[in-house]
Nanobody
Framework: QVQVVESGGGLVQAGGSLRLSCAAS????????MGWYRQTPGKQRAWIAI???????NYADSVKGQFTVSRDNAKNTVYLQMGNLKPEDTAVYYC?????????????????WGQGTQVTVSS
């Protein structure tokens, strides 16, 4: 089995910073992309950042220049450094990891999701 666990959410004042972490563990043969989404009440989950296993990154326009995604492949962990936070960044943040659990050639990468972590930015 594979587990994906997030940490680092909380309450922060506008202009502050937070770093989210997301660690994958369990039966992991290989991890491809890792990334982050966020969701606010009444809205669909929205993609915000991705990082490949080579370290290439891409961001949604809404967070470009404000958030930085990174990863530690030795720890199977992805991070989201969030700066200059605004009240509109308040959301539940979800990470995912695209994982193969075996070297079987028939297996494709599947996305495994964290449980979500609440980030609240007060004005």
């Amino acid at each position: 089995q594979v587990q994906v666990v997030e940490s680092g959410g909380g309450l922060v004042q506008a202009g502050g910073s937070l770093r989210l972490s997301c660690a994958a563990s369990g039966r992991i043969f290989s991890i491809n992309d890792m990334g982050w989404y966020r969701q606010t009440p009444g809205k669909q989950r929205a993609w915000i950042a991705i990082i490949t296993n080579d370290g290439d990154t891409n961001y949604a326009d809404s967070v470009k220049g404000q958030f930085t995604v990174s990863r530690d492949n030795a720890k199977n962990t992805v991070y989201l450094q969030m700066g200059n936070l605004k009240p509109e960044d308040t959301a539940v943040y979800y990470c995912y990891a695209s994982i193969k659990t075996s070297e079987a050639t028939w297996e494709r990468y599947s996305n495994y999701w964290g449980q979500g972590t609440q980030v609240t930015v007060s004005s």
